[in-house]
């Protein structure tokens, strides 16, 4: 009797399991624009751009993320920023913000970047 019932109860939490996975979607970044964010990666690319703005591309072990440091922020930090090279890794705060229908984190103030190497 108790093998039959603990049979039924793995029968039933393995169905419960299944039908919790089919209704599971991670959360997406459109639900997040506007809110505070971090993300850390390995810098794939960068432009600096006339008027003094730096764009990133970070990449992490399953994302792609853009990044912009306006001018503003990036002549507070702009020795820092001077160095930054492909490969290195940065952390990074800021308001996760859509530009051409992609997410991109805004960073906000000069101690919102990290070099982590």
Do not use: C
Not at 75 to 89: F, H, L, P, Q, R
Not at 92 to 100: F, I
């Amino acid at each position: 009797m108790k093998i039959k019932l603990l049979f039924v109860g793995s029968v039933a939490s393995l169905a419960i399991l299944y039908i919790l996975f089919l209704f599971y979607r991670p959360v997406e970044a459109e639900s997040n624009y506007g809110k505070i964010v971090y993300f850390q990666g390995v810098v794939e690319r960068i432009y600096f751009h006339k008027n003094g703005h730096v764009f990133l591309t970070l990449r992490n072990e399953s994302k792609e993320m853009k990044v912009a440091i306006f001018s503003r922020v990036a002549t507070k930090i702009a020795k820092e920023i001077s160095m930054i090279e492909v490969g290195d890794i940065i952390w990074v705060k800021g308001r996760l913000s859509s530009y051409k229908g992609k997410p991109e984190i805004i960073v906000r103030k000069p101690e919102d970047i990290r070099w982590l190497s």
